[in-house]
């Protein structure tokens, strides 16, 4: 007797990219810990303030929360404050545009691959924040030794970013056309002198508006500056 043969790595794939919904925080998500999308009933506080957890319910079973998908939160209007966990691992294109009363993000994703359709004019176009105008504070922390490329790209209300840990590089096109940004505080980083970035950040770019956020240690002064800021020439130290 020939008994069928059973494919038990579609099941797992199908299992995988099945969504579920957590009715405690008010999103949806796939086994593969990926956030898709939010319900009406996103659990935000009285004072706007929304931490996505590092774990979500499939009703059976907690799944581990490792990405944010494409446009997961786009046109969300309810968040003012948000809080990343360390658990996320990539942040898919417009996860969070048009998020029209974001005004703090608490970044605390040690490594994390942000993903966006770059091109070397219009690198814009699919930033994760992209159209947040109430966003004001970027706070990453204290376990971040690595600011992700195109973390805080084309935040153009941006104008204060806080380190809270021992950062010691600066990824690619970061803080590209954050024309806004006026405070970066690195008092609590002691390496600062040592900070490092990526040379194809924005230097000698003369088309479009931006900060190009080169750190340049200046050894007379002891102290770092903001490569073609308008606005703020000086780092906290």
């Given at each position: 007797?020939?008994?069928?043969?059973?494919d038990?790595?579609?099941?797992k794939?199908?299992?995988a990219?099945?969504?579920?919904?957590?009715?405690?925080y008010g999103l949806?998500f796939?086994g593969?810990?990926i956030?898709t999308?939010?319900?009406?009933e996103?659990k935000v506080?009285?004072?706007g303030?929304f931490?996505?957890?590092?774990?979500?319910?499939?009703?059976?079973?907690?799944?581990?929360?490792t990405g944010i998908g494409n446009?997961a939160?786009?046109?969300c209007s309810?968040?003012?404050e948000l809080t990343l966990?360390?658990?996320i691992?990539?942040?898919g294109i417009?996860?969070?545009?048009?998020?029209?009363k974001?005004?703090?993000?608490?970044?605390?994703?040690?490594?994390?691959d942000?993903?966006t359709n770059?091109?070397?004019?219009?690198l814009?176009d699919?930033s994760?924040f992209l159209?947040?105008?109430?966003?004001?504070k970027f706070?990453f922390?204290?376990?971040i030794?690595?600011?992700?490329d195109?973390?805080?790209?084309?935040?153009?209300?941006l104008n204060?970013?806080?380190?809270?840990?021992?950062?010691n590089e600066i990824?690619?096109?970061a803080?590209y056309s954050?024309?806004?940004l006026?405070?970066?505080?690195?008092?609590n980083?002691k390496?600062r002198?040592?900070?490092?970035y990526?040379?194809n950040?924005?230097?000698?770019?003369?088309?479009?508006?931006?900060?190009?956020?080169e750190?340049c240690?200046?050894?007379?002064k002891?102290e770092?500056?903001l490569?073609n800021?308008?606005?703020?020439?000086k780092?906290?130290n």
């Open positions: 007797l020939e008994l069928p043969s059973f038990f790595a579609s099941v794939a199908s299992a990219s099945e969504e579920y919904t957590d009715t405690a949806k796939t593969e810990g956030i999308g939010y319900t009406s996103l506080d009285s004072q303030r931490e996505i957890p590092g774990k979500l319910n499939t009703g059976t079973n907690d799944i581990a929360i446009a939160f786009m046109n309810r968040i003012v966990p360390k658990t691992k990539t942040m417009k996860a969070f545009q048009n998020c029209s974001l005004s703090v993000v608490n970044f605390n994703c040690g490594s994390v942000i993903n770059y091109h070397p004019v219009l814009d699919d994760p159209n947040c105008n109430s966003l004001q706070i922390g204290e376990n030794a690595r600011i992700p195109y973390a805080c790209c084309s935040i153009s209300s204060e970013v806080v380190f809270k840990g021992e950062v990824g690619f096109a803080f954050c024309v806004g006026k405070r970066v505080d690195l008092s980083v390496n002198k040592e900070l490092t990526n040379q950040n924005y230097k000698n770019n003369k088309n479009i508006k931006m900060v190009g956020f750190l240690y200046e050894s007379d002891g770092s500056v490569y800021n308008p606005y703020y020439k780092i906290t």
